[in-house]
Protein backbone atom coordinates (compact mmCIF):
# COMPACT_ATOMS: atom_id res chain seq x y z
CA UNK A 1 0.00 0.00 0.00
CA UNK A 2 1.19 3.27 -1.21
CA UNK A 3 0.07 6.51 -1.24
CA UNK A 4 0.72 9.49 -3.39
CA UNK A 5 4.00 11.96 -4.59
CA UNK A 6 2.21 15.57 -4.13
CA UNK A 7 3.18 18.11 -6.86
CA UNK A 8 3.45 15.25 -9.50
CA UNK A 9 0.80 15.85 -11.81
CA UNK A 10 1.43 16.93 -14.65
CA UNK A 11 0.61 20.69 -15.54
CA UNK A 12 -1.15 21.21 -18.74
CA UNK A 13 1.71 23.33 -21.18
CA UNK A 14 3.50 26.12 -19.38
CA UNK A 15 2.56 28.83 -16.80
CA UNK A 16 0.45 31.91 -18.59
CA UNK A 17 2.50 35.31 -18.46
CA UNK A 18 1.89 37.05 -15.54
CA UNK A 19 0.80 40.01 -17.86
CA UNK A 20 -2.42 38.03 -18.93
CA UNK A 21 -6.05 38.57 -17.44
CA UNK A 22 -6.87 35.31 -16.69
CA UNK A 23 -3.02 34.51 -14.34
CA UNK A 24 -4.62 38.32 -12.59
CA UNK A 25 -7.96 37.03 -12.06
CA UNK A 26 -6.88 34.14 -10.48
CA UNK A 27 -3.92 35.92 -8.06
CA UNK A 28 -6.87 38.54 -7.45
CA UNK A 29 -9.26 35.20 -6.60
CA UNK A 30 -6.15 34.05 -4.38
CA UNK A 31 -5.63 37.35 -2.82
CA UNK A 32 -9.65 38.15 -1.82
CA UNK A 33 -9.78 34.77 -0.31
CA UNK A 34 -7.05 34.82 1.54
CA UNK A 35 -8.95 37.85 3.37
CA UNK A 36 -11.63 36.18 3.53
CA UNK A 37 -9.88 32.99 5.30
CA UNK A 38 -8.03 35.64 7.62
CA UNK A 39 -11.14 37.40 8.71
CA UNK A 40 -13.03 34.26 9.12
CA UNK A 41 -15.74 35.56 6.63
CA UNK A 42 -16.55 32.16 6.07
CA UNK A 43 -20.16 32.38 4.83
CA UNK A 44 -18.67 34.32 2.00
CA UNK A 45 -15.62 31.87 1.14
CA UNK A 46 -18.33 29.29 0.97
CA UNK A 47 -19.94 30.73 -1.31
CA UNK A 48 -17.06 30.76 -3.88
CA UNK A 49 -16.60 27.36 -4.01
CA UNK A 50 -18.46 24.71 -6.24
CA UNK A 51 -21.22 22.43 -5.36
CA UNK A 52 -18.94 19.66 -6.87
CA UNK A 53 -15.98 20.96 -4.43
CA UNK A 54 -13.09 18.68 -3.39
CA UNK A 55 -11.12 19.77 -0.69
CA UNK A 56 -8.22 17.80 0.21
CA UNK A 57 -5.46 17.73 2.50
CA UNK A 58 -3.47 14.73 2.53
CA UNK A 59 -0.90 13.49 5.73
CA UNK A 60 2.36 14.31 4.27
CA UNK A 61 5.17 11.40 5.25
CA UNK A 62 9.02 11.20 5.03
CA UNK A 63 9.75 8.55 2.43
CA UNK A 64 12.44 7.37 0.99
CA UNK A 65 13.31 9.22 -2.57
CA UNK A 66 12.74 6.21 -4.59
CA UNK A 67 10.01 5.06 -2.46
CA UNK A 68 7.67 7.14 -4.99
CA UNK A 69 5.03 8.44 -2.71
CA UNK A 70 5.36 11.40 -0.33
CA UNK A 71 2.04 11.08 1.55
CA UNK A 72 -0.25 8.79 4.00
CA UNK A 73 -1.55 5.93 2.25
CA UNK A 74 -5.22 6.73 2.28
CA UNK A 75 -5.28 8.93 5.18
CA UNK A 76 -5.51 12.66 4.86
CA UNK A 77 -6.44 16.09 7.40
CA UNK A 78 -9.06 17.79 4.91
CA UNK A 79 -11.21 15.49 2.49
CA UNK A 80 -13.84 17.51 2.01
CA UNK A 81 -17.03 18.16 0.46
CA UNK A 82 -19.61 20.70 0.26
CA UNK A 83 -21.60 19.24 2.55
CA UNK A 84 -18.65 18.58 5.44
CA UNK A 85 -17.60 21.93 4.72
CA UNK A 86 -20.74 23.64 5.24
CA UNK A 87 -21.09 21.95 8.62
CA UNK A 88 -17.50 23.35 9.00
CA UNK A 89 -18.58 26.50 8.88
CA UNK A 90 -21.77 26.05 10.66
CA UNK A 91 -19.99 25.15 13.62
CA UNK A 92 -17.72 27.84 13.64
CA UNK A 93 -21.04 30.33 13.55
CA UNK A 94 -22.61 28.66 16.59
CA UNK A 95 -21.85 29.97 20.09
CA UNK A 96 -20.31 27.00 21.59
CA UNK A 97 -17.00 26.81 18.98
CA UNK A 98 -14.55 26.98 21.73
CA UNK A 99 -11.58 26.58 20.09
CA UNK A 100 -12.10 30.02 17.85
CA UNK A 101 -13.88 31.71 20.88
CA UNK A 102 -11.65 33.94 21.14
CA UNK A 103 -10.41 33.40 17.97
CA UNK A 104 -6.98 32.99 16.23
CA UNK A 105 -5.65 36.15 14.46
CA UNK A 106 -4.67 34.57 11.30
CA UNK A 107 -2.81 35.55 8.32
CA UNK A 108 -2.59 33.74 4.96
CA UNK A 109 0.33 35.28 2.80
CA UNK A 110 0.01 33.63 -0.60
CA UNK A 111 2.20 33.70 -3.27
CA UNK A 112 4.41 31.63 -5.90
CA UNK A 113 1.15 31.80 -8.25
CA UNK A 114 1.52 30.29 -11.39
CA UNK A 115 -1.82 29.45 -13.79
CA UNK A 116 -2.06 26.97 -16.53
CA UNK A 117 -4.86 27.00 -18.91
CA UNK A 118 -6.74 23.77 -19.72
CA UNK A 119 -8.77 22.34 -22.52
CA UNK A 120 -11.59 23.76 -21.16
CA UNK A 121 -11.74 27.66 -21.13
CA UNK A 122 -13.46 28.06 -18.05
CA UNK A 123 -11.05 26.38 -16.13
CA UNK A 124 -7.70 27.26 -15.14
CA UNK A 125 -4.83 25.05 -12.76
CA UNK A 126 -3.74 27.51 -10.30
CA UNK A 127 -0.41 26.90 -8.35
CA UNK A 128 0.09 28.61 -4.91
CA UNK A 129 2.34 28.78 -1.76
CA UNK A 130 0.48 29.56 1.12
CA UNK A 131 2.26 30.06 4.43
CA UNK A 132 -0.82 30.49 7.79
CA UNK A 133 0.18 32.33 10.97
CA UNK A 134 -1.94 31.43 13.70
CA UNK A 135 -1.60 33.30 17.17
CA UNK A 136 -3.94 32.55 20.03
CA UNK A 137 -4.42 33.82 23.37
CA UNK A 138 -1.80 36.82 24.61
CA UNK A 139 1.30 35.17 25.66
CA UNK A 140 0.80 31.34 23.58
CA UNK A 141 3.54 30.52 21.20
CA UNK A 142 2.37 30.85 18.06
CA UNK A 143 1.81 28.58 15.27
CA UNK A 144 2.73 28.05 11.68
CA UNK A 145 1.64 26.19 8.55
CA UNK A 146 3.59 25.89 5.25
CA UNK A 147 1.79 24.62 2.12
CA UNK A 148 1.84 24.56 -1.50
CA UNK A 149 -2.32 24.04 -3.14
CA UNK A 150 -2.99 22.83 -6.38
CA UNK A 151 -6.54 24.28 -7.09
CA UNK A 152 -8.90 24.35 -10.30
CA UNK A 153 -10.67 26.93 -10.58
CA UNK A 154 -13.67 27.18 -12.62
CA UNK A 155 -16.17 30.46 -13.92
CA UNK A 156 -19.39 30.48 -12.55
CA UNK A 157 -21.96 29.19 -15.44
CA UNK A 158 -24.18 31.55 -13.79
CA UNK A 159 -22.03 34.31 -13.76
CA UNK A 160 -22.75 35.09 -10.59
CA UNK A 161 -19.59 34.56 -7.97
CA UNK A 162 -18.72 37.43 -6.59
CA UNK A 163 -15.33 37.21 -7.57
CA UNK A 164 -12.86 38.50 -10.38
CA UNK A 165 -13.82 36.93 -13.02
CA UNK A 166 -16.37 35.00 -11.57
CA UNK A 167 -14.04 32.28 -10.73
CA UNK A 168 -15.14 29.41 -8.23
CA UNK A 169 -12.80 27.07 -6.87
CA UNK A 170 -13.66 23.30 -7.88
CA UNK A 171 -11.00 21.86 -6.60
CA UNK A 172 -7.78 22.49 -4.02
CA UNK A 173 -5.46 19.77 -2.57
CA UNK A 174 -3.02 20.80 -0.02
CA UNK A 175 0.81 19.91 0.41
CA UNK A 176 1.65 20.57 3.64
CA UNK A 177 4.94 20.91 4.14
CA UNK A 178 5.44 19.13 7.16
CA UNK A 179 4.68 15.27 8.67
CA UNK A 180 3.96 16.44 11.97
CA UNK A 181 1.70 19.44 12.53
CA UNK A 182 3.08 21.89 14.76
CA UNK A 183 -0.91 23.57 15.32
CA UNK A 184 -2.97 22.58 17.85
CA UNK A 185 -5.76 21.75 15.76
CA UNK A 186 -6.50 23.08 11.62
CA UNK A 187 -10.33 24.73 12.76
CA UNK A 188 -8.56 26.83 9.93
CA UNK A 189 -8.62 26.55 6.11
CA UNK A 190 -5.50 26.87 3.82
CA UNK B 1 10.76 11.58 48.25
CA UNK B 2 8.08 12.70 50.83
CA UNK B 3 7.23 15.08 48.63
CA UNK B 4 6.29 11.93 45.75
CA UNK B 5 4.58 9.89 48.69
CA UNK B 6 1.96 12.98 49.62
CA UNK B 7 1.45 13.34 46.11
CA UNK B 8 0.96 9.74 45.25
CA UNK B 9 -1.33 9.65 48.30
CA UNK B 10 -3.60 12.55 47.24
CA UNK B 11 -4.02 11.37 44.08
CA UNK B 12 -4.98 7.90 44.95
CA UNK B 13 -7.75 9.97 47.40
CA UNK B 14 -9.35 11.57 44.42
CA UNK B 15 -7.78 14.69 44.68
CA UNK B 16 -4.88 15.86 42.24
CA UNK B 17 -2.28 18.64 42.98
CA UNK B 18 -2.53 20.29 39.77
CA UNK B 19 0.93 20.63 38.90
CA UNK B 20 0.76 16.86 37.42
CA UNK B 21 -0.49 18.27 34.49
CA UNK B 22 3.01 20.41 33.73
CA UNK B 23 6.02 19.33 36.18
CA UNK B 24 9.21 18.78 34.31
CA UNK B 25 10.46 16.55 37.58
CA UNK B 26 7.40 14.20 37.57
CA UNK B 27 7.92 13.93 33.68
CA UNK B 28 11.37 12.64 34.39
CA UNK B 29 9.60 10.25 36.71
CA UNK B 30 6.95 8.93 34.60
CA UNK B 31 9.33 8.32 31.41
CA UNK B 32 11.30 5.72 33.46
CA UNK B 33 8.45 4.46 35.87
CA UNK B 34 5.46 4.53 33.51
CA UNK B 35 6.93 4.19 30.03
CA UNK B 36 9.44 1.98 31.08
CA UNK B 37 7.43 -0.94 32.05
CA UNK B 38 4.02 -0.26 30.17
CA UNK B 39 3.48 -1.81 27.50
CA UNK B 40 3.12 0.55 24.70
CA UNK B 41 1.48 -0.04 21.33
CA UNK B 42 3.81 0.51 18.29
CA UNK B 43 1.57 -0.52 15.22
CA UNK B 44 -0.84 -2.87 13.78
CA UNK B 45 -0.03 -5.35 11.45
CA UNK B 46 -2.46 -4.21 8.84
CA UNK B 47 0.31 -1.27 8.78
CA UNK B 48 3.07 -3.57 7.28
CA UNK B 49 0.73 -6.43 5.41
CA UNK B 50 3.75 -7.48 3.26
CA UNK B 51 7.26 -8.86 3.93
CA UNK B 52 9.41 -5.63 4.02
CA UNK B 53 6.88 -3.19 5.00
CA UNK B 54 8.26 -0.95 7.51
CA UNK B 55 7.41 1.95 9.75
CA UNK B 56 9.15 3.73 12.18
CA UNK B 57 7.43 4.62 15.37
CA UNK B 58 8.78 5.98 19.05
CA UNK B 59 8.43 4.83 22.40
CA UNK B 60 9.19 8.52 23.95
CA UNK B 61 12.96 9.54 22.55
CA UNK B 62 13.69 5.96 21.88
CA UNK B 63 13.21 5.44 17.43
CA UNK B 64 12.02 1.91 16.34
CA UNK B 65 11.77 0.43 12.98
CA UNK B 66 8.62 -2.38 13.52
CA UNK B 67 9.42 -3.80 10.36
CA UNK B 68 8.08 -7.60 8.46
CA UNK B 69 11.00 -9.42 7.43
CA UNK B 70 10.97 -11.97 4.49
CA UNK B 71 9.43 -14.69 6.57
CA UNK B 72 6.30 -12.85 7.83
CA UNK B 73 7.35 -12.22 11.57
CA UNK B 74 6.92 -8.81 12.62
CA UNK B 75 9.82 -7.46 15.10
CA UNK B 76 10.41 -3.93 16.31
CA UNK B 77 14.17 -2.87 16.28
CA UNK B 78 16.09 0.28 18.02
CA UNK B 79 16.82 2.37 15.01
CA UNK B 80 20.22 2.78 16.06
CA UNK B 81 23.32 1.83 13.55
CA UNK B 82 25.35 -0.30 16.04
CA UNK B 83 28.42 1.10 15.08
CA UNK B 84 28.54 4.54 15.40
CA UNK B 85 24.54 5.68 16.59
CA UNK B 86 23.22 6.92 13.07
CA UNK B 87 19.50 6.43 12.12
CA UNK B 88 19.60 3.37 9.94
CA UNK B 89 16.15 4.26 8.98
CA UNK B 90 15.08 7.65 8.16
CA UNK B 91 11.91 7.97 6.53
CA UNK B 92 8.80 7.00 8.32
CA UNK B 93 7.34 3.86 6.40
CA UNK B 94 8.10 2.09 3.52
CA UNK B 95 9.60 -1.59 1.81
CA UNK B 96 13.03 -2.37 2.40
CA UNK B 97 15.02 -5.73 1.99
CA UNK B 98 17.88 -3.91 3.69
CA UNK B 99 18.17 -0.96 5.74
CA UNK B 100 21.91 0.58 4.90
CA UNK B 101 23.37 3.30 7.29
CA UNK B 102 24.56 6.44 5.82
CA UNK B 103 27.08 7.28 7.44
CA UNK B 104 29.56 4.17 7.05
CA UNK B 105 27.71 1.92 5.09
CA UNK B 106 26.81 -1.05 8.02
CA UNK B 107 23.78 -2.94 6.49
CA UNK B 108 21.15 -4.60 8.08
CA UNK B 109 18.78 -7.16 6.67
CA UNK B 110 14.69 -5.94 7.52
CA UNK B 111 15.13 -8.67 10.44
CA UNK B 112 17.57 -6.82 12.14
CA UNK B 113 20.18 -9.11 11.34
CA UNK B 114 23.55 -6.87 10.74
CA UNK B 115 25.16 -8.62 6.94
CA UNK B 116 27.20 -5.58 5.40
CA UNK B 117 30.45 -4.17 7.37
CA UNK B 118 32.52 -2.51 5.29
CA UNK B 119 36.07 -3.71 5.22
CA UNK B 120 35.51 -5.78 8.04
CA UNK B 121 38.67 -7.37 7.67
CA UNK B 122 40.95 -5.13 6.68
CA UNK B 123 39.24 -2.63 9.49
CA UNK B 124 39.06 -5.10 12.46
CA UNK B 125 40.46 -7.80 11.53
CA UNK B 126 37.77 -10.18 11.02
CA UNK B 127 35.61 -12.07 13.23
CA UNK B 128 39.29 -12.00 15.72
CA UNK B 129 38.19 -8.18 16.08
CA UNK B 130 34.63 -7.46 15.50
CA UNK B 131 32.26 -10.38 15.77
CA UNK B 132 29.68 -9.94 12.82
CA UNK B 133 28.12 -13.07 12.80
CA UNK B 134 24.39 -12.80 14.44
CA UNK B 135 25.04 -9.47 15.36
CA UNK B 136 21.84 -7.92 14.90
CA UNK B 137 20.10 -4.47 16.06
CA UNK B 138 19.13 -3.71 19.17
CA UNK B 139 15.39 -5.62 19.35
CA UNK B 140 12.76 -3.87 21.55
CA UNK B 141 13.15 -5.67 25.25
CA UNK B 142 9.74 -7.20 24.68
CA UNK B 143 7.29 -7.00 22.19
CA UNK B 144 3.75 -9.23 22.02
CA UNK B 145 0.84 -8.62 20.43
CA UNK B 146 -3.23 -8.74 20.57
CA UNK B 147 -5.75 -8.82 17.69
CA UNK B 148 -3.06 -7.87 15.26
CA UNK B 149 -2.28 -4.89 18.09
CA UNK B 150 1.85 -4.75 18.07
CA UNK B 151 3.13 -3.69 21.78
CA UNK B 152 6.39 -3.22 23.00
CA UNK B 153 7.90 -3.11 26.83
CA UNK B 154 11.16 -1.43 27.44
CA UNK B 155 10.87 -4.04 30.37
CA UNK B 156 12.73 -7.17 29.19
CA UNK B 157 10.47 -8.74 32.22
CA UNK B 158 7.22 -7.16 31.55
CA UNK B 159 4.39 -9.98 32.14
CA UNK B 160 2.82 -11.02 28.54
CA UNK B 161 0.39 -8.26 26.99
CA UNK B 162 -2.66 -10.74 27.43
CA UNK B 163 -2.00 -10.49 31.24
CA UNK B 164 -1.15 -6.64 31.88
CA UNK B 165 -4.47 -5.98 29.18
CA UNK B 166 -6.70 -8.07 31.76
CA UNK B 167 -10.20 -7.62 31.51
CA UNK B 168 -9.88 -4.70 29.69
CA UNK B 169 -8.81 -7.28 26.24
CA UNK B 170 -13.18 -7.95 26.86
CA UNK B 171 -13.67 -4.25 25.72
CA UNK B 172 -10.85 -3.71 23.18
CA UNK B 173 -12.44 -6.74 20.79
CA UNK B 174 -15.88 -4.18 20.14
CA UNK B 175 -12.92 -2.35 18.35
CA UNK B 176 -10.51 -4.51 16.98
CA UNK B 177 -12.31 -7.69 16.52
CA UNK B 178 -15.37 -7.00 14.22
CA UNK B 179 -14.74 -9.65 12.18
CA UNK B 180 -12.75 -12.65 11.59
CA UNK B 181 -10.86 -10.50 9.54
CA UNK B 182 -9.78 -8.18 12.31
CA UNK B 183 -9.38 -4.18 11.49
CA UNK B 184 -6.88 -2.56 9.60
CA UNK B 185 -5.73 1.44 10.53
CA UNK B 186 -5.12 3.96 7.65
CA UNK B 187 -2.97 7.11 9.04
CA UNK B 188 -1.84 8.37 11.20
CA UNK B 189 -2.38 11.80 11.42
CA UNK B 190 0.38 13.30 13.64
CA UNK B 191 0.21 16.80 15.15
CA UNK B 192 1.26 18.33 18.32
CA UNK B 193 -0.19 19.51 21.14
CA UNK B 194 0.87 21.74 23.89
CA UNK B 195 -0.73 19.71 26.14
CA UNK B 196 -0.10 17.33 28.94
CA UNK B 197 -0.32 13.42 27.81
CA UNK B 198 -2.51 12.87 31.24
CA UNK B 199 -5.15 15.17 30.09
CA UNK B 200 -6.26 13.33 26.41
CA UNK B 201 -5.88 9.87 27.65
CA UNK B 202 -8.11 10.61 31.41
CA UNK B 203 -10.66 12.08 29.14
CA UNK B 204 -10.93 9.28 26.62
CA UNK B 205 -11.18 6.55 29.84
CA UNK B 206 -14.02 8.29 31.65
CA UNK B 207 -15.10 11.90 30.78
CA UNK B 208 -18.52 11.84 29.90
CA UNK B 209 -19.21 14.92 31.74
CA UNK B 210 -17.43 17.04 29.15
CA UNK B 211 -19.82 16.04 26.35
CA UNK B 212 -22.63 18.03 26.68
CA UNK B 213 -20.37 21.49 27.51
CA UNK B 214 -17.32 21.12 25.18
CA UNK B 215 -18.87 19.75 22.65
CA UNK B 216 -22.32 21.69 22.20
CA UNK B 217 -21.13 22.91 18.76
CA UNK B 218 -22.02 19.69 17.38
CA UNK B 219 -25.05 18.90 18.25
CA UNK B 220 -26.44 22.13 17.21
CA UNK B 221 -25.29 21.73 13.76
CA UNK B 222 -26.92 18.00 13.60
CA UNK B 223 -23.28 16.27 13.22
CA UNK B 224 -23.84 14.14 15.90
CA UNK B 225 -27.86 13.01 17.91
CA UNK B 226 -25.91 11.57 21.19
CA UNK B 227 -23.97 13.94 23.30
CA UNK B 228 -27.03 15.86 24.74
CA UNK B 229 -26.92 16.15 28.11
CA UNK B 230 -29.63 14.32 29.40
CA UNK B 231 -29.04 11.98 27.04
CA UNK B 232 -24.85 11.34 27.99
CA UNK B 233 -25.34 10.38 31.85
CA UNK B 234 -27.75 7.58 31.22
CA UNK B 235 -24.20 5.93 29.27
CA UNK B 236 -22.51 3.47 31.65
CA UNK B 237 -18.54 3.94 32.10
CA UNK B 238 -17.15 0.83 33.03
CA UNK B 239 -13.54 0.05 34.25
CA UNK B 240 -12.04 -3.29 34.00
CA UNK B 241 -8.20 -4.02 35.28
CA UNK B 242 -6.30 -2.27 32.73
CA UNK B 243 -8.56 0.40 31.28
CA UNK B 244 -11.74 0.92 31.03
CA UNK B 245 -14.51 3.60 29.26
CA UNK B 246 -17.31 5.61 28.50
CA UNK B 247 -20.44 4.34 26.58
CA UNK B 248 -23.64 5.10 25.32
CA UNK B 249 -27.51 3.89 26.66
CA UNK B 250 -29.50 2.73 22.85
CA UNK B 251 -33.11 2.79 22.44
CA UNK B 252 -34.71 -0.36 23.28
CA UNK B 253 -34.33 -3.52 20.56
CA UNK B 254 -32.30 -6.68 20.09
CA UNK B 255 -28.13 -7.11 19.74
CA UNK B 256 -28.91 -6.82 15.85
CA UNK B 257 -31.67 -3.51 15.84
CA UNK B 258 -29.27 -1.80 18.50
CA UNK B 259 -26.15 -2.18 16.05
CA UNK B 260 -28.51 -0.95 12.98
CA UNK B 261 -29.26 2.25 14.79
CA UNK B 262 -25.57 3.20 15.37
CA UNK B 263 -25.06 2.99 11.47
CA UNK B 264 -24.22 -0.98 10.97
CA UNK B 265 -25.12 -3.07 8.15
CA UNK B 266 -26.51 -6.18 8.57
CA UNK B 267 -23.61 -8.23 6.68
CA UNK B 268 -20.88 -6.67 9.35
CA UNK B 269 -23.64 -7.25 12.64
CA UNK B 270 -23.53 -10.87 11.20
CA UNK B 271 -19.90 -11.23 11.02
CA UNK B 272 -20.33 -9.29 14.70
CA UNK B 273 -22.44 -12.04 16.03
CA UNK B 274 -19.76 -14.75 14.81
CA UNK B 275 -16.98 -13.01 16.34
CA UNK B 276 -17.90 -11.78 19.34
CA UNK B 277 -18.40 -13.83 22.87
CA UNK B 278 -21.87 -14.22 24.28
CA UNK B 279 -21.11 -11.79 26.93
CA UNK B 280 -20.20 -9.20 24.46
CA UNK B 281 -22.79 -9.22 22.72
CA UNK B 282 -24.90 -9.10 25.93
CA UNK B 283 -23.26 -5.75 26.73
CA UNK B 284 -25.60 -4.62 23.82
CA UNK B 285 -28.11 -7.06 23.26
CA UNK B 286 -29.05 -7.52 26.90
CA UNK B 287 -27.75 -4.36 28.86
CA UNK B 288 -28.45 -2.01 25.89
CA UNK B 289 -24.99 0.43 25.79
CA UNK B 290 -22.38 0.91 23.22
CA UNK B 291 -19.16 1.17 23.91
CA UNK B 292 -17.56 5.07 22.88
CA UNK B 293 -14.68 6.11 23.79
CA UNK B 294 -11.90 4.08 26.14
CA UNK B 295 -8.27 4.23 27.26
CA UNK B 296 -6.15 1.68 27.88
CA UNK B 297 -2.99 2.85 30.64
CA UNK B 298 -0.95 5.04 29.98
CA UNK B 299 -1.45 6.43 26.53
CA UNK B 300 -3.62 4.78 23.98
CA UNK B 301 -7.07 5.60 23.33
CA UNK B 302 -10.41 4.47 21.68
CA UNK B 303 -13.00 5.95 20.01
CA UNK B 304 -16.26 4.73 18.28
CA UNK B 305 -18.89 7.34 17.39
CA UNK B 306 -21.39 7.70 15.03
CA UNK B 307 -22.09 10.64 13.47
CA UNK B 308 -24.60 11.85 10.45
CA UNK B 309 -21.94 11.63 7.23
CA UNK B 310 -24.57 12.76 4.22
CA UNK B 311 -26.63 15.14 3.40
CA UNK B 312 -29.01 12.37 2.46
CA UNK B 313 -32.64 12.41 2.36
CA UNK B 314 -32.96 10.85 5.14
CA UNK B 315 -31.69 13.11 8.03
CA UNK B 316 -31.72 10.29 10.56
CA UNK B 317 -28.80 8.24 8.32
CA UNK B 318 -25.48 8.03 10.63
CA UNK B 319 -22.32 6.01 10.14
CA UNK B 320 -20.19 4.70 13.11
CA UNK B 321 -16.18 5.11 12.78
CA UNK B 322 -13.61 3.59 14.82
CA UNK B 323 -10.19 5.76 15.63
CA UNK B 324 -7.40 4.38 17.81
CA UNK B 325 -4.87 7.34 19.16
CA UNK B 326 -2.16 7.61 20.99
CA UNK B 327 -0.87 10.77 23.11
CA UNK B 328 2.60 10.54 22.73
CA UNK B 329 4.55 12.42 25.52
CA UNK B 330 7.16 14.80 24.03
CA UNK B 331 7.91 17.18 27.17
CA UNK B 332 5.97 17.68 30.41
CA UNK B 333 3.53 20.39 28.52
CA UNK B 334 3.18 19.03 25.12
CA UNK B 335 2.47 15.77 23.22
CA UNK B 336 2.09 14.52 19.77
CA UNK B 337 -1.07 13.13 18.92
CA UNK B 338 -1.01 10.36 16.39
CA UNK B 339 -4.59 9.36 14.92
CA UNK B 340 -5.53 6.35 13.17
CA UNK B 341 -8.77 5.27 11.74
CA UNK B 342 -9.82 1.87 12.22
CA UNK B 343 -12.07 0.19 10.14
CA UNK B 344 -13.19 -3.68 10.35
CA UNK B 345 -11.35 -5.68 6.87
CA UNK B 346 -14.07 -7.16 6.12
CA UNK B 347 -16.09 -4.20 5.97
CA UNK B 348 -18.05 -3.25 2.56
CA UNK B 349 -16.09 -0.54 0.32
CA UNK B 350 -18.87 1.43 0.68
CA UNK B 351 -19.17 1.46 4.60
CA UNK B 352 -15.13 1.66 4.30
CA UNK B 353 -15.44 5.59 2.84
CA UNK B 354 -18.06 6.58 4.76
CA UNK B 355 -16.84 5.44 8.46
CA UNK B 356 -13.32 7.45 7.21
CA UNK B 357 -15.49 10.74 6.04
CA UNK B 358 -17.59 10.16 9.60
CA UNK B 359 -13.45 10.14 11.15
CA UNK B 360 -12.37 12.88 9.60
CA UNK B 361 -15.32 15.29 10.58
CA UNK B 362 -15.53 14.07 13.89
CA UNK B 363 -11.80 13.48 15.45
CA UNK B 364 -8.21 13.98 14.21
CA UNK B 365 -6.35 16.88 13.21
CA UNK B 366 -9.86 18.52 11.60
CA UNK B 367 -11.99 16.68 13.56
CA UNK B 368 -14.85 18.85 15.14
CA UNK B 369 -14.56 16.93 18.45
CA UNK B 370 -11.65 17.06 18.53
CA UNK B 371 -10.86 20.83 18.04
CA UNK B 372 -12.60 22.00 21.06
CA UNK B 373 -10.86 19.06 23.26
CA UNK B 374 -7.28 20.30 22.64
CA UNK B 375 -8.50 23.95 23.29
CA UNK B 376 -9.17 23.04 26.99
CA UNK B 377 -6.17 20.64 27.24
CA UNK B 378 -3.79 23.28 26.10
CA UNK B 379 -5.19 25.78 28.34
CA UNK B 380 -4.91 23.42 31.38
CA UNK B 381 -1.68 22.43 30.83
CA UNK B 382 -0.48 25.68 30.53
CA UNK B 383 -1.76 27.23 33.80
CA UNK B 384 -0.47 24.06 35.71
CA UNK B 385 2.87 25.35 35.78
CA UNK B 386 2.88 27.62 38.19
CA UNK B 387 3.39 27.93 41.75
CA UNK B 388 -0.55 28.35 42.32
CA UNK B 389 -1.31 25.19 40.53
CA UNK B 390 1.19 23.35 43.44
CA UNK B 391 -1.47 25.06 46.06
CA UNK B 392 -4.57 23.25 44.64
CA UNK B 393 -6.02 20.08 44.89
CA UNK B 394 -8.49 19.42 42.04
CA UNK B 395 -11.53 17.38 42.82
CA UNK B 396 -11.54 14.42 40.85
CA UNK B 397 -14.18 12.50 43.48
CA UNK B 398 -17.38 12.76 40.94
CA UNK B 399 -19.54 9.98 41.91
CA UNK B 400 -18.16 9.37 45.26
CA UNK B 401 -19.62 10.69 48.74
CA UNK B 402 -17.05 12.08 51.49
CA UNK B 403 -17.01 8.27 53.36
CA UNK B 404 -16.70 6.99 50.03
CA UNK B 405 -19.45 5.44 49.14
CA UNK B 406 -20.47 5.82 45.40
CA UNK B 407 -23.55 8.19 44.61
CA UNK B 408 -25.18 5.75 42.78
CA UNK B 409 -24.33 1.97 43.34
CA UNK B 410 -22.31 -0.30 40.61
CA UNK B 411 -24.87 -1.58 38.02
CA UNK B 412 -25.88 -5.03 39.29
CA UNK B 413 -26.15 -6.18 35.64
CA UNK B 414 -23.64 -5.84 33.70
CA UNK B 415 -22.39 -8.05 31.86
CA UNK B 416 -18.76 -7.28 30.97
CA UNK B 417 -15.84 -7.59 33.51
CA UNK B 418 -15.29 -4.80 36.06
CA UNK B 419 -17.15 -2.36 37.28
CA UNK B 420 -19.78 -0.29 35.91
CA UNK B 421 -21.55 2.65 36.76
CA UNK B 422 -24.79 4.74 34.67
CA UNK B 423 -23.97 8.35 35.42
CA UNK B 424 -21.89 10.96 35.50
CA UNK B 425 -18.53 10.30 37.54
CA UNK B 426 -15.09 10.13 37.51
CA UNK B 427 -13.96 6.27 38.73
CA UNK B 428 -12.04 5.98 35.51
CA UNK B 429 -9.82 8.71 35.77
CA UNK B 430 -9.04 7.74 39.27
CA UNK B 431 -8.43 4.16 38.02
CA UNK B 432 -6.38 6.07 35.55
CA UNK B 433 -4.24 7.65 37.76
CA UNK B 434 -4.06 5.07 39.97
CA UNK B 435 -2.22 3.04 37.51
CA UNK B 436 -0.10 6.16 37.31
CA UNK B 437 0.72 6.24 41.21
CA UNK B 438 1.59 2.34 41.54
CA UNK B 439 3.87 3.47 38.95
CA UNK B 440 5.60 6.07 40.28
CA UNK B 441 5.53 4.87 43.42
CA UNK B 442 8.00 1.91 42.15
CA UNK B 443 11.81 2.56 41.03
CA UNK B 444 12.52 0.51 37.77
CA UNK B 445 15.50 -2.00 37.97
CA UNK B 446 18.65 -0.89 35.84
CA UNK B 447 18.59 -2.02 32.29
CA UNK B 448 21.28 -4.59 31.49
CA UNK B 449 23.35 -3.40 28.49
CA UNK B 450 24.41 -4.65 25.06
CA UNK B 451 28.12 -4.91 24.42
CA UNK B 452 28.76 -4.94 20.75
CA UNK B 453 31.39 -6.65 18.83
CA UNK B 454 32.63 -8.79 21.64
CA UNK B 455 33.60 -12.24 21.24
Known amino acids: MTGQLTGSRRRPGTALAFSEERHQQAHEFLVDEAYLLDTQDYETWLALLTDDIRYLMPVRVTTARSAGFDTAPGM ?31 RHYVTNVRCFATSNADELVVESAVLLFRSRGDVRESALVSAGREDLLRRDPRGTAESAGHWMLARRTIAVDESVLRMQNLAIFL | MTDLDRLLADVRRGMIPAHVYNDDEL ?43 EGGTVRAMFNMCLHRGMQVCRAELGNASHFRCPYHGWTYRNDGRLTGLPFHREAYGGEDGFRRHEQTLLPAPALDSYRGMIFINLDPNAPPLRDYL ?30 NWKIGAENFAGDSYHTPQTHTSVVEIGLFREPKAAKRKE ?20 FEERLRYVGYPDEMIERMRGSWSSAQQRVIGENGFMISAASLFPNLSFVHNWPKVANGSDSDTVLPF ?70 LLLNNRMGLLHDDKPVTPPLAHWVGPGTAYVGYGEYNQRAMLALWADCLAQPVAEAARTELGAP
Not at chain 2, 238 to 254: H, I, N, S
Request: negative net charge; aromatic residues 14%; glycine residues 8%.
Open chain 2, 235 to 254: GALYWAQRGGGTTYKLPPGT
Open chain 2, 166 to 195: GDFAFYLDFYTNQSSAGIELVGPQRWRVKA
Open chain 2, 322 to 391: ISIRQWQPISADETEVLSWFAVDAAAPAEFKKLSYKAYLMCFGSTGMFEQDDVENWVSITSTAAGSMARR
Open chain 2, 27 to 69: FRLERDRVFGRSWMFVAHESEVPHPGDYVVRRVLDDSFIVARD
Open chain 1, 76 to 106: AHFDEDKYSLGLRVARFATEHAWTEDPPSRL
